[in-house]
């Protein structure tokens, strides 16, 4: 793969990408205030579960804020490229739009993961990092160089399995033709992702862990952020995020041999 | 001596498609067991192309000629079978082949629908490996030849379908591809549009030399552009060969009106041995071969006072349409 090559192509996308959305302001500014008042609903709801209870499965409401701010970030980098891109697929699928980029000289997955960008999602992505800030200085965590790499490390992993789910749901369309019941409920289990894993029974947390990887998703890089977390749970995320990746992928070139275009 | 650019040897392909019965008790049972059956689309079809060729294919709709060009460029795995094109197998769909072919739908559109067309085609070239100059320098051309100028700056949602799909060409063909599977490419055009655009194609391949592999289901498209036809039926091939031999085959005689200065000299026409058709007045009708034409109309002409005269060609649509309907070339 041209590494300088790719970065150019994804210069041109960012472009043409943010010039689509520029064309519509107010829907720009519908998607500002809906990501605010989303996370000021969230912090709320929140609030109520802790009013009775200090705690809630071991973790304290300022705790609970750090899995906020993760999720509010991975909540964003959603709405930035996940969302604009991966419904996309159904749809170029649905219509045979797919031609298009299969015949292009570049990687399909790169391009169809990578062409649209919805530029709301940054202002969730930033509001994620100053909850976080926020969080740390709340919880007193000192920064260090290995707690940055950890976190760092978690939170790429979280990305990747979130991102190889979806992909691989959306991938399905090549058989089913339409999917977006499944990546409603994908999206309805990464809001679960909001509340610490030690707060549901034992069965659901087996279920978040192993068959919908939820946990991974968002308590695992907050466990990081407390220091309650253990190596072999990181080790564990960034196997699961490699496997999920390379599977995603190797599934989508196996799908595409059953792409059967649609007619014209 | 031309080299073949694309070589199909036997290829046949099948999909599974799924039936339904009528009603909600059809709906219940579609949704909960789904009959499935295997149809083969392409039966064990074998062709060459060769460099710089225009090729039509013809056939109903369903007939199979879409899928033959997503087969010939790479979109669809062929079940049985081999194809050969530019030296690469499509479905491999490797970087050096992918620049070497593009593929244009009349009912589908890659270019982005907010944005001016400009910025589509920056974004192909850069995908394409052009740089910033070598892209503008290729735009230029292409946008004098298909005579586009300020459209390249409104955004496409509020193009016309002509100025769209010329845009459409444009995008497709920045990288300056050596074959064109183009499918209906004039679908939805008025007629104004369609022959800028059949004058562009036609100009692109005596420039470059590029093969062209054309659907279309306007005639004009086919016998202005195209000398060879594969007429696809059923998912075979019933036909492939040149055009005008086609048409003489299925259309061996011309009609001919005459117009005589006397009613006189129709009648003498009428008696002189040429197949009559009807006859009014001084005006007869006559039946004459294609390959005699030039001496009996000499003949005519020379024995007799002839007021006007008119060749009535049979429409090709009608000729054509019939052939691709019953499969029957002895019409």
């Not at chain 1, 605010?36 to 705790?63: A, D, V």
């Not at chain 1, 691989?168 to 339409?178: P, R």
């Not at chain 1, 939820?214 to 253990?230: C, D, K, N, R």
């Not at chain 2, 183009?182 to 007629?191: F, H, K, V």
Request: hydrophobic share 45%; net charge positive.
């Amino acid at each position: 793969m041209n590494f300088r090559k790719y970065l150019k192509i994804y210069k041109k996308f960012l472009h043409t990408s943010l010039a689509s959305e520029l064309e519509y302001k107010t829907n720009i500014l519908v998607d500002l205030i809906t990501a605010i008042l989303s996370l000021i609903g969230s912090i709320f709801l929140l609030s109520i579960f802790f009013q009775n209870n200090g705690y809630i499965g071991g973790w304290k409401f300022e705790q609970a804020l750090i899995i906020q701010a993760i999720y509010t970030i991975l909540n964003g980098i959603t709405n930035t490229w996940f969302n604009p891109n991966l419904t996309e697929i159904v749809k170029h699928i649905r219509e045979g739009t797919l031609d298009f980029v299969l015949l292009k000289p570049i990687d399909s997955q790169f391009f169809i993961s990578l062409k649209k960008i919805n530029p709301s999602g940054f202002l969730e992505i930033m509001l994620g990092f100053f909850l976080l800030i926020f969080c740390i200085r709340v919880n007193q965590i000192s920064l260090n160089l290995i707690f940055m790499t950890l976190s760092l490390i978690t939170i790429c992993c979280s990305i990747c399995i979130l991102y190889s789910l979806w992909f691989f749901i959306s991938t399905t369309t090549i058989w089913f033709v339409k999917t977006w019941n499944a990546i409603e409920v994908l999206r309805s289990f990464l809001y679960i992702g909001r509340f610490p894993l030690n707060s549901f029974s034992f069965s659901l947390r087996i279920f978040f862990s192993i068959i919908i990887p939820i946990a991974f998703i968002t308590t695992i890089p907050s466990e990081v952020f407390l220091g309650l977390s253990q190596l072999w749970k990181i080790l564990l995320e960034v196997i699961v995020a490699t496997i999920f990746l390379i599977t995603s992928r190797k599934f989508w070139l196996f799908a595409l041999k059953f792409y059967s275009s649609a007619s014209s | 001596m031309v080299q073949n650019i694309i070589d199909v040897k036997n290829l046949s392909k099948s999909f599974d498609i799924s039936y339904k019965e009528p009603g909600l008790k059809g709906t219940i049972k579609h949704f909960f067991r789904r009959q499935t059956k295997s149809l083969k689309v392409i039966k064990d079809i074998s062709f060459e192309i060769k460099e710089g060729e225009i090729v039509g294919f013809l056939g109903a709709n369903g007939a199979g000629k879409t899928t033959i060009l997503k087969m010939l460029c790479g979109l669809i795995y062929p079940s049985e079978g081999s194809i050969l094109v530019s030296g690469y197998l499509p479905f491999r769909r490797k970087e050096n082949f992918l620049k070497n072919i593009t593929l244009i739908m009349g009912q589908k559109q890659q270019l982005i629908w907010d944005l001016p067309p400009i910025e589509s085609f920056y974004l192909n070239a850069s995908i394409y490996d052009l740089d910033k100059f070598e892209a503008k320098k290729r735009i230029k051309k292409l946008s004098e030849m298909l005579e586009i100028d300020e459209e390249l700056f409104i955004p496409v949602r509020k193009l016309s379908l002509g100025q769209r799909m010329k845009s459409e060409l444009l995008a497709a063909l920045i990288h300056e591809p050596n074959i064109l599977f183009l499918d209906e490419p004039t679908l939805g055009l008025d007629i104004n549009a369609q022959r800028n655009l059949r004058k562009f194609l036609q100009k692109y391949n005596k420039e470059t030399n590029a093969t062209i592999c054309l659907t279309s289901h306007y005639m004009k498209d086919i016998t202005s552009l195209c000398k060879r036809v594969i007429c696809v039926h059923e998912g075979a091939i019933s036909y492939d060969g040149k055009l005008n031999l086609l048409l003489k085959k299925l259309s061996p005689v011309k009609e001919i009106l005459i117009v005589c200065r006397s009613e006189k000299d129709a009648i003498t026409l009428e008696n002189s041995g040429f197949t009559v058709k009807n006859k009014s007045k001084n005006e007869i009708t006559i039946k004459i071969e294609n390959n005699s034409i030039t001496s009996s109309l000499k003949t005519i002409l020379n024995n007799f006072d002839i007021e006007d005269l008119f060749i009535n060609e049979p429409p090709i649509d009608e000729i054509i349409g019939k052939v691709l309907i019953k499969n029957d070339y002895d019409i």
